[in-house]
């Protein structure tokens, strides 16, 4: 799923943190990136919600971590997703790395911004 | 190039010796999993009373039989016997297309349906299933 590249002018750019290391034998790879998002105020993460979520995620590149209340979930399992209990309004941190990592993090924030 | 949904998407077996148990959490699963993933749930003995009916889940078994197959999930090991004993009924080509989780059947039912919802294939479904195992809840 493409993440647009011209947010919407009336929200602000959502920060987006990069670690850029240089791996060993991997030249240029990109460490590891990370974006902050917001859960729509109305929208627990259960059931559909993330349902949808685990859906997209799947078909990104590279595999996406989501941090909330403490926990960590690997954002293609459904069932470490359910177990964040992450409630509306809440905020998640996004992470990836690799090649594609941006774009990824980008694609699933937008996703979930949208959920509903 | 147009598939009838049930060609493209791994369904789902459950079973369990409650009919109540297992059409809620069909439901359940339904939900998470969309349209797209065709559940089976099979409950009760024949007379509605606890228990499995051999009949019903072997007609279940036939039904999931074909491409791109079914995972079975059942509630406690005293249902593998009768899932065992449907599947001896089926013909090789028919078992090859069915792979028996084991998994819990909540947790392996919900992981395996969102798998499956997202064109994952038989194998990739039942290893989503039997993770289920070891997920942590809190």
């Known amino acids: 799923m493409p993440a647009s590249s011209d947010p919407p002018a009336n929200q602000a750019e959502p920060h987006l943190s990069r670690d850029r290391q240089r791996v060993p034998g991997g030249e240029g790879l990109p460490g590891e990136v990370t974006l902050a998002v917001t859960l729509p105020a109305s929208v627990a993460l259960h059931a559909r919600p993330a349902a949808d979520l685990v859906r997209a995620a799947s078909r990104l590149p590279v595999p996406v971590t989501i941090a909330a209340n403490g926990k960590r979930a690997n954002a293609r399992s459904i069932l470490d997703v359910l177990a964040l209990g992450a409630v509306g309004g809440s905020e998640l941190t996004l992470s990836a790395s690799g090649l594609g990592a941006d774009e990824a993090v980008r694609a699933l924030a937008e996703v979930i911004a949208g959920l509903g | 190039m147009n598939q009838p949904a049930d060609l493209a998407y791994v369904g789902l077996v459950l079973v ?52 791109p197959g079914a995972i079975v ?46 064109g994952a294939d038989l194998g990739e479904v039942a290893q989503a299933a039997e993770e289920a195992r070891d997920a942590r809840k809190l």
């Open chain 2, 73 to 118: 999930l059942m509630d406690l090991g005293s249902s593998v016997l009768a899932v065992s004993a449907a599947l001896e009924s089926l013909s090789d080509e028919q078992r090859a297309r069915l792979t028996v989780a084991d998994a819990p059947l909540v947790e392996g039912a919900v992981a395996a349906g969102v798998l499956a919802s997202t």
């Open chain 2, 16 to 67: 369990s010796h409650s009919r109540r148990l297992v059409e809620g959490l069909a439901e359940l699963v339904g939900q998470v999993a969309g349209p797209d993933v065709t559940i089976q749930a099979i409950g009760g003995a024949a007379d509605g009373s606890l228990g499995t009916d051999p009949d019903r889940v072997l007609e279940a078994l036939q039904a999931a039989a074909h491409e």
